[in-house]
T-cell receptor, first 115, second 109 residues
Framework: GAGVSQTPSNKVTEKGKYVELRCDPI?????LYWYRQSLGQGPEFLIY????????DSGLPNDRFFAVRPEGSVSTLKIQRTERGDSAVYLC?????????????FGPGTRLTVL | LAKTTQPISMDSYEGQEVNITCSHN???????ITWYQQFPSQGPRFIIQ???TKVTNEVASLFIPADRKSSTLSLPRVSLSDTAVYYC??????????FGSGTQLTVLP
C-alpha cells in the first residue's frame, strides 16, 4: 500500500502570503501528526489529530498556524501571513492508533520557502 | 520528556559494524527508546524500538542496559546506503516525538 504522501513537494511563496500544505495519511491510520524541520535540526512537533479532532496543538508556534482534518483522513496545514522564519520542511506522519508502540510513518515532507 | 545526548557525527567503512550510543539519564519508567533514520530529502524512518535488554530485527539491534540510562544502536556490516542521520528518542504515552539533532553517520568506501 501507499505510504504517507504530501503535496506540494516544494512551495515558494512571498512574505505575507497564505499557504496550504496537504497530507494524505496511510489508509486506516487514525492518528496524524505534523512536524517542522529546520536545516540541520531534528523534526519539531506541531500538532496531532486523533480522528477529526486536534488532540494536541501545543507545538503550533503562533496563531498564524492552523491545521484541519475534517473527515478524519486528509489533513491541511494552513499558514497565514507567512514570514521568512517559516521557511522549513513540513513533515506529516500517521500511525494506526495512539498506543505507545504504534509506529509513526513519515511522508517526504513539503519544503516551504518564504522569500 | 527525557533529554537525549548522542554524538554529532560518526564515520565508518563499508562492511564494519557501527554502534551509536545515546544517553538518556532522566528516562522515565514508562518511556520506550526508539531510533529513527533519515536520509536527505526524506522523512524519518522507524528502525527499532525497545524497553530493556536487547531487541533485534532485520535491520539493527538495540542494546539497553539494566539502568536504561543509555542505549546503543548497532548496525551490522554497514554499506554506503546506510549514510544518514540517526535519531534516538525516548517517550512514553505522550504521542508527540521529540527529536534531538541526531548523529550523522557517514559510511566511506
Amino acid at each position: 500500500g501507499a505510504g504517507v504522501s504530501q503535496t506540494p513537494s516544494n512551495k515558494v511563496t512571498e512574505k505575507g502570503k497564505y499557504v496550504e500544505l496537504r497530507c494524505d495519511p496511510i489508509s486506516g491510520h487514525t492518528a496524524l501528526y505534523w512536524y517542522r524541520q529546520s536545516l540541520g535540526q531534528g523534526p519539531e512537533f506541531l500538532i496531532y489529530f486523533q480522528g477529526t479532532g486536534a488532540a494536541d496543538d501545543s507545538g503550533l508556534p503562533n496563531d498564524r498556524f492552523f491545521a484541519v482534518r475534517p473527515e478524519g483522513s486528509v489533513s491541511t496545514l494552513k499558514i497565514q501571513r507567512t514570514e521568512r522564519g517559516d521557511s522549513a520542511v513540513y513533515l506529516c506522519a500517521s500511525s494506526f492508533g495512539l498506543a505507545t508502540l504504534d509506529t509513526q510513518y513519515f511522508g517526504p515532507g513539503t519544503r516551504l520557502t518564504v522569500l | 520528556l527525557a533529554k537525549t545526548t548522542q554524538p554529532i557525527s560518526m564515520d565508518s567503512y563499508e562492511g564494519q559494524e557501527v554502534n551509536i550510543t545515546c544517553s538518556h539519564n532522566n528516562i522515565a519508567t514508562n518511556d520506550y527508546i526508539t531510533w529513527y533514520q533519515q536520509f536527505p530529502s526524506q522523512g524519518p524512518r522507524f528502525i527499532i524500538q525497545g524497553y530493556k535488554t536487547k531487541v533485534t530485527n532485520e535491520v539493527a539491534s538495540l542494546f539497553i542496559p539494566a539502568d536504561r540510562k543509555s542505549s546503543t544502536l548497532s548496525l551490522p556490516r554497514v554499506s554506503l546506503s546506510d549514510t544518514a542521520v540517526y535519531y534516538c528518542l525516548v517517550g512514553g504515552s505522550a504521542r508527540q516525538l521529540t527529536f534531538g539533532s541526531g548523529t550523522q553517520l557517514t559510511v566511506l568506501p
